[in-house]
C-alpha cells in the first residue's frame, strides 16, 4: 500500500478542485488533486457547448476549454493529479491534525494520502426519475439530462430517435439542443414549477430557436413503453383531467442537482438539510470538521461553473491560513 | 436431448436446477427472457417469511413456507447470496388488530415455528425502536429475514451451471409435441429443445405454457404490487422487517430492511388485466407512504430511489398447485406460486425432485459437486483486503458504481457469468441500484460489457428483446440541406 | 418584438421595435444587448458546438466550436459537414479542423487536445 503526504488533498478535479489547487500550489503548499474520471475535468468536459468563462477568464469559452485553461492553471502551479481514483474514506483527524484519504485506483491500488487540509470539491449528481417516482413503466429510453449528455458528447451514441425533457434545468436545456442538432426531434420540455429552473438564455437559444414548446405548471403523470419508451402522458397542474400523450422513445430528466455529500457525511461532516452541503462559516468554507472544507457544487448548486471556481479560491485561501501558509 | 427441462428460471425453477444439478441427470433450464429471475423473482419484496401466516396442516404453501424458511440459512451460507435473518415483527395498532395477531401466534405456534413470541408492547418497542407510537403489541418470528431475490436466483442458475445444467436464455416455448415418450419443444425464434419430462415453472404464463403441453386448463390472475426503495441513508431503515396486520387479500405494506442495505416500503396488491403492466402508479405510492408512515419513523418520500412493480402470479383459490400432471404425460405442474413462493422455493425445488421421481424418472446423487467460488464484494472489504486483491487483479481498484461502491471485478465476473443487459448486471453486483440509479455508472458499465462481450453498445439493451438503449453514431448523422430533418 | 439576450447569463429580456432603419432597443442592462437586438433582427447569428468523429480508441469524439458566430440557417449544414469529419490522433486543442465552414470565413476549431 502506497502512502504520500501533501499539505494540501483536493478531492475532484472540476471547475472548483482546479481552481483550488491552482490557488493552494502556487502559495507553495504541496497539493494533490484527485479525480475519479479518466481525465481532469469533471463535468466540463461532456459539458461542449459555450458560455462557461465570461466571469472569470472575461471570454466565452465551451466546457473543454474552460476546464483546459484551469487545468493548465494547476499543473504550472504545481498541482499534482491523481486521476481514475476515488476517494473511498477520509480518517478523522489525527494527533498532528492531519487526515488519511484512502484512495482506490486501478493504476495503483490502494493509496493512503496524508494532508494538512482536506479540501471538498466533488460537485453534485442528478435528480432522477426516481426520486420523482413518476409513475409508469421503467423501460429503456429514460435517462437523466447528464447521462444522455455525456453518451452523445463522449461517446458519439444516439440516445433515441425522439425525445422529451422532463423538468427545465440547464443541463436539460441544453440538452433540448443538441438531440435536436444531433437529429433527435424533441417534443416538448415539461415543468411543473410555475417558472422555468434554467436561464432565460438557455430557454431562448436552446428551446425558442427551435420551437419546443415548453409546458409550465404541468407534471409527467405517466412513462408508458414495453420494452423502450413510446411515450408520455403530461397534465397541467390545475387541470389534472386535460391531459395529453406525447409519443416519444426518449426521455431525459433534468430535475436539480443535489451536493455529492456521502463521503463528506461518512467523514463526520455536519450537512445542511437546505443546501444538502456541508455547514460551513461564512467566508471560511470550513465544515464542522476541523481542516476539512468544501467548495463549488458540494457545497451549494451554483448556477455558473465560474462562481465555483471563483468561490474555491477564496475557500483555497482559507485552507492556506488554517495551515499556516498565509 | 435432456432427460428434465424446466420452463421458467425464477426462484422455483432455479431451485429445482440447483436439486437436480446433485443428480446424475442431463437437465435445460428455459426462460423466455434474457436473464434468470426477470419475470415475478425480479420485482417481489426479498422477504423470507417466518411460517405463521399460513396454517402448515391446511395449505401446500404454508407446509413449503416453512420448510423452505428453515433451509435458507444454509442455502445462503453455502451459495453467498445476500441474506439476512433479521426477524419478522407484526404490528397491532388496535386491539382488534391485537386480536389478530393473537391467531397470527396461535397458527405459528401450532405449525411449530421455533421461537415465534407473542409480544407486548415494551417488548415491541425493544424489537424495533423505529416504531410509531401507539403500538400495542405484536408477534415476533426471529426465523424470518430478507434475501436479495434475484441475487438469490443468479446464485442457484450459476451453481446448477457449474454442476451441468444448460441455461437457455431468451428461449420462449411456443409448441410442444410428445412423441416417443420424448417432448419436442419450439421456441418463438425456432429454437428446438427436447426432454423426456417437463417442469412447468413460468410463473405468470404457467397457464399458457401447461396449454401448450396439453396439461390442466387454469388461469393464473396477475395480482400487482408496487415498491418503493429508498436510500440506504434513510433514517428510517428498521432492525426487523415490519408488517402490518394482514387483511383477507395480502399481508398488507411492509417496511423493509432490505438485504442490500436500503429501506424498501410496498407492496400493495391489485389484480391487473394485464400480465406485463407493470406500472407504478401515483394512488399506490400515495397509499404505501400513507401506510408506511404510520408503522415506521423517519419514512419519507424525501428519500425516494427507485420505484417498481411485480406480479404474483395467483391461482384461483389460492394455494400453490405442484404435481404430476393429469392431463399431459411426463408434465410437472408448478403453478400459482405466489408469496411465499421465494421463501417456500428451496422446498419447492426439493419437492419437484421427488415428483419427478415418482413420475419415473430414476436418479442417483452426483459424487462430485463443483465448490460454489468464493463471492467477493469490495463494499465488505477493508482497504488491506483490497490491496491484496489487487495485486492479482487491480479491476479490484477500480471503482464503477460509486453509490453502490461496485469494482470493476465485480461487474466483469457478472458478465462472465453470462449477465450481457444492463438490468442483469445490476441485479447482480447492485451496480446503478443506489441513489444515482445508473446515473453515473451507466455509461462504464455498457463499455465493460461491450468490451466483454464483443457486443457493440448499440445493440446493448437493459432487459433484453427491444429495450436498446442507443439508435446508431452522430458520425453518421446529416441534415437535408438547411433544416433539421435528417437524411 | 420580445427577445432574451443570450449574450451573458443575465438574461435580459429586450423590447425591440422597428422604426424605418433604426432599431429601438429597451430592457438591456449593457450595449452588448443592443447589438445583440440589431443582429438577431437582421441577421441571426449562433456559436456552433458539437463532436467530431476520431480515429481514437480512447477519444473517439472530440469537441469542435466555431470561434465566431455563424448564420443560424447555415448551422445544419455546418454540423453535417463536422458529423462528416474523421479526424486523425494526435491533434492539440485551438486546431482548424474545417475552413470556412459557412461560407463567409468561418472556421471550425477543435476545444481540446485529441492525444
Known amino acids: 500500500m502506497k502512502r504520500n503526504e501533501y499539505d494540501v488533498a483536493v478531492i475532484g478535479a472540476g471547475a472548483a478542485g482546479l481552481a483550488a489547487a491552482a490557488v493552494t500550489a502556487k502559495a507553495g503548499a504541496s497539493t494533490v488533486v484527485i479525480d475519479r474520471d479518466v481525465r481532469p475535468g469533471g463535468v466540463l468536459n461532456q459539458c461542449i457547448h459555450n458560455g462557461f468563462g465570461l466571469h472569470y477568464f472575461k471570454e466565452e469559452l465551451t466546457g473543454p476549454e474552460y476546464a483546459a485553461r484551469m487545468i493548465r492553471k494547476a499543473t504550472e502551479a504545481g498541482a499534482i493529479f491523481r486521476i481514475g481514483s476515488s476517494v473511498m474514506e477520509i480518517s478523522p483527524a489525527q494527533a498532528d491534525g492531519r487526515r488519511a484519504l484512502t484512495l482506490y485506483s486501478k493504476e495503483s491500488g490502494v493509496e493512503i494520502i496524508l ?63 443538441r438531440l435536436t442538432w444531433s437529429g ?15 436561464l432565460a438564455r438557455n430557454i431562448a437559444q436552446c428551446l425558442e430557436d427551435f420551437g419546443i414548446p415548453l409546458y409550465l405548471s404541468t407534471a409527467v403523470t405517466k412513462i408508458s413503453g414495453k420494452d423502450r419508451v413510446e411515450s408520455v402522458t403530461i397534465a397541467p397542474l390545475d387541470d389534472p383531467t386535460a391531459e395529453r400523450v406525447i409519443e416519444c422513445d426518449t426521455i431525459l430528466y433534468s430535475v436539480g442537482l443535489i451536493p455529492e455529500n456521502e ?48 468561490e474555491a479560491e477564496r475557500c483555497a485561501e482559507s485552507a492556506l491560513r488554517s495551515i499556516g501558509m498565509r | 436431448m435432456y432427460d428434465v427441462c424446466i420452463i421458467g428460471a425464477g426462484a ?51 407446509k413449503l413456507e416453512l420448510e423452505g424458511n428453515r433451509m435458507f440459512p444454509a442455502m445462503a451460507k453455502e451459495l453467498g447470496f445476500p441474506y439476512n435473518q433479521c426477524g419478522i415483527i407484526v404490528v397491532a395498532y388496535s386491539e382488534d388488530q391485537l386480536e389478530e395477531v393473537r391467531k397470527l401466534y396461535n397458527q405459528g405456534i401450532e405449525n411449530g415455528v421455533e421461537g415465534i413470541e407473542f409480544c407486548s408492547k415494551e417488548r415491541m418497542y425493544e424489537l424495533e425502536p423505529k416504531l410509531c407510537e401507539g403500538c400495542l403489541g405484536g408477534v415476533f418470528a426471529p426465523q424470518g429475514g430478507v434475501v436479495e431475490p434475484y441475487a438469490y436466483v443468479f446464485s442457484l442458475v450459476e451453481d446448477a451451471e457449474r454442476n451441468g445444467v444448460v441455461f437457455e436464455r431468451n428461449f420462449e416455448v411456443v409448441s410442444a409435441e410428445y412423441q416417443d415418450n420424448v417432448w419436442k419443444m419450439k421456441s418463438a425464434s425456432g429454437k428446438e429443445l427436447s426432454a423426456k419430462y417437463v417442469i412447468n415453472a413460468a410463473g405468470l404464463y404457467s397457464d399458457k405454457v401447461s396449454a401448450i403441453f396439453g396439461g390442466e386448463e387454469f388461469e393464473i390472475l396477475a395480482r400487482k404490487g408496487e415498491e418503493y426503495l429508498l436510500d440506504r441513508l434513510s433514517p428510517a431503515y428498521p432492525t426487523r422487517v415490519v408488517f402490518p396486520v394482514p387483511t383477507h387479500t395480502s ?50 418520500k424525501r428519500d425516494l430511489i427507485a420505484a417498481f412493480a ?70 465488505e472489504m477493508s482497504a488491506e483486503e483490497v490491496d491484496e486483491l489487487y495485486q492479482k487483479d487491480p479491476a479490484w481498484t477500480n471503482i464503477i458504481c ?12 457478472a458478465v462472465r457469468h453470462g449477465h450481457v443487459t444492463l ?59 438547411d433544416s433539421y430533418e435528417t437524411k | 418584438m420580445e427577445k432574451i439576450c443570450i449574450v451573458c447569463p443575465k438574461g435580459c429580456r429586450l423590447s425591440i421595435s422597428q422604426d424605418g432603419d433604426k432599431i429601438n432597443v429597451s430592457g438591456n442592462f449593457c450595449p452588448r444587448g443592443v447589438k445583440y437586438a440589431e443582429q438577431e433582427i437582421l441577421d441571426p447569428r449562433r456559436v456552433v458546438t458539437a463532436v467530431a468523429p476520431t480515429d481514437s480508441e480512447s477519444q473517439p469524439f472530440l469537441a469542435v466550436r466555431t470561434p465566431d458566430m455563424v448564420a443560424k440557417a447555415k448551422i445544419p449544414g455546418i454540423l453535417t459537414k463536422i458529423y462528416a469529419l474523421r479526424l486523425k490522433a494526435p491533434i492539440p486543442a485551438g486546431t482548424v479542423v474545417l475552413e470556412n465552414c459557412d461560407g463567409e470565413g468561418t472556421p471550425v476549431i477543435t476545444c481540446m487536445d485529441l492525444d
Open chain 2, 310 to 379: 411485480g406480479l404474483r402470479p395467483a391461482l384461483a383459490g389460492g394455494d400453490f398447485m405442484i404435481k404430476i400432471s393429469d392431463k399431459a404425460p411426463a408434465f410437472i405442474q408448478a403453478s400459482g406460486i405466489q408469496s411465499p413462493g421465494l421463501t417456500a422455493s428451496p422446498a419447492v425445488g426439493k419437492l419437484l425432485v421427488s415428483l419427478l421421481e415418482k413420475a419415473g424418472l430414476k436418479m442417483d446423487d452426483k459424487k462430485d459437486i463443483a465448490p460454489v467460488p468464493p463471492k467477493r464484494r469490495l463494499r
Open chain 1, 115 to 177: 494532508a494538512k487540509a482536506v479540501i471538498l470539491a466533488m460537485g453534485c449528481r442528478e435528480r432522477t426519475r426516481g426520486n420523482l417516482a413518476t409513475p409508469g413503466s421503467r423501460c429503456a429510453g429514460i435517462y437523466t439530462a447528464g447521462l444522455a449528455q455525456r453518451m452523445l458528447n463522449v461517446e458519439g451514441k444516439l440516445p433515441g430517435t425522439s425525445a422529451v425533457i422532463v423538468g427545465s434545468g440547464d443541463i436539460g436545456l441544453i440538452m433540448a439542443r
Open chain 1, 184 to 198: 433527435i426531434p424533441v417534443k416538448a420540455a415539461v415543468e411543473i414549477q410555475p417558472k422555468p429552473a434554467g
Open chain 2, 251 to 300: 399481508k398488507g405494506v411492509l417496511v423493509i430492511p432490505t438485504a442490500g442495505g436500503t429501506t424498501m416500503v410496498g407492496p400493495t396488491a391489485h389484480i391487473v388485466p394485464d400480465k406485463d403492466d407493470t406500472d407504478t402508479t401515483a394512488p399506490d405510492r400515495e397509499e404505501i407512504f400513507e401506510l408506511a408512515q404510520y408503522m415506521v419513523k423517519g419514512v419519507s
Open chain 1, 263 to 310: 463521503l463528506s457525511r461518512k467523514a463526520g461532516v455536519v450537512l445542511d438539510p437546505k443546501t444538502n452541503g456541508p455547514v460551513v462559516e461564512e467566508g471560511v468554507y470550513e465544515t464542522t470538521e476541523k481542516g476539512i472544507f468544501a467548495c463549488g457544487n458540494v457545497l451549494h448548486v451554483h448556477g455558473l461553473a465560474d462562481q465555483a471556481s471563483e
Open chain 2, 12 to 62: 422455483t425453477g432455479a431451485a429445482a436446477a440447483y436439486w437436480l444439478a446433485r443428480k446424475n441427470v442431463q437437465v435445460v433450464l428455459a426462460d423466455k427472457e434474457a436473464d434468470a429471475s426477470f419475470g415475478v423473482s425480479k420485482a417481489n419484496s426479498g422477504i423470507v417469511h417466518g411460517g405463521f401466516h399460513y396454517s402448515v396442516s391446511k395449505t401446500l404453501k404454508g
Open chain 2, 423 to 481: 438490468d442483469a448486471v445490476k441485479l447482480h453486483t447492485r451496480a446503478g441500484m443506489g441513489r444515482c440509479q445508473g446515473g453515473f455508472c451507466s455509461a462504464k458499465i455498457w463499455a465493460i460489457i461491450s468490451r466483454e462481450t464483443g457486443i457493440p453498445v448499440e445493440e446493448l439493451t437493459k432487459r433484453g428483446k427491444k429495450s436498446n438503449f442507443f439508435n446508431g453514431s452522430i458520425a453518421d448523422v446529416a441534415f437535408k440541406g
Open chain 2, 402 to 413: 460509486r453509490c453502490e461502491k461496485i469494482s470493476e471485478a465485480e461487474i466483469v465476473d
